[in-house]
């Protein structure tokens, strides 16, 4: 079965530091990964995704992933955190071809000003 | 592109009655649609997976009876709480994704406070 495990169910940065919040995930296959954000009492908003090919994606807001087959991790980064990126981030897995996803349980990110 | 709208964004009802959620994709067609329940500081869980023209695929320990689920057409899915009760009280949020596409796209949620 698969499944995902965000270990750091918060994080604390002050504004302008480095993030990179965790993500490790057990599939059977080839896995589609997702980085998901949500903004309290809203939906979430496709920061990211990795299929295939380079290793290293980027995604909107700055946002950056790498996949790690042999470490089963897709974390995800940003060199220099803002304020308005405080937001709870899902990592999700599934199969492709619009299958259901697996998500993480969430890290809850707070900006320090 | 690849936007998904849910109607309403938040309800309030009384026990006991029913409440239709409609989720729409708006400029594209949605070939699945998935329902998801998330608790307050939880994560999703999915309630049921929806495929235009098909009866819905629900997950386990999600009553079929309780949460009527109808793709109707491409472009819409409809979430039903019959007979809702206080612990039906939850955010709900869809997501759907067209036929070649690989990515989920989620509406912005529908709260539902049931008294």
């Known amino acids: 079965a698969q499944s995902v495990t965000q270990p750091d169910i918060h994080i604390t940065v002050s504004e302008g530091a480095s993030l990179e919040l965790r993500c490790n995930y057990s599939?059977?296959?080839?896995?589609?990964l997702f980085w998901y954000v949500q903004s309290p009492g809203q939906g979430l908003q496709l920061l990211l995704k990795?299929?295939?090919?380079?290793?290293l994606v980027q995604g909107i807001k700055g946002f950056e992933a790498e996949f790690k087959r042999s470490q089963s991790s897709f974390n995800l980064r940003k060199p220099s955190v803002h304020w308005s990126d405080a937001a709870e981030y899902f990592c999700?897995?599934?199969?492709?071809?619009?299958?259901?996803?697996?998500f993480g349980t969430g890290t809850q990110l707070k900006v320090e000003l | 592109g690849a936007v998904v709208s849910q109607h309403p964004s938040r309800v309030i009802c009384k026990s006991g009655t029913s409440v239709k959620i409609e989720c729409r994709s708006l400029?594209?067609?949605?070939?699945?649609m998935f329902w998801y329940r998330q608790f307050p500081k939880q994560s999703l869980m999915l309630m049921a997976t929806?495929?235009?023209?098909?009866?819905?695929?629900?997950e386990q320990g999600v009553e079929k009876d309780k949460f009527l689920i109808n793709h109707a057409s491409l472009t819409l899915s409809t979430l039903t709480v019959t007979s809702a009760h206080p612990e039906d009280s939850s955010f709900y949020i869809c997501?759907?994704?067209?036929?070649?596409?690989?990515?989920?796209?989620f509406g912005p949620g529908t709260r539902l406070l049931v008294l």
């Open positions: 999700a897995v599934g199969p492709g071809g619009g299958n259901k996803l697996t």
């Open positions: 400029d594209f067609q949605a070939t699945t």
């Open positions: 997501s759907a994704n067209g036929a070649t596409e690989e990515t989920q796209y």
């Open positions: 599939y059977g296959a080839t896995p589609y």
């Open positions: 990795y299929f295939s090919g380079d290793t």
């Open positions: 929806s495929n235009e023209g098909s009866k819905a695929t629900y």
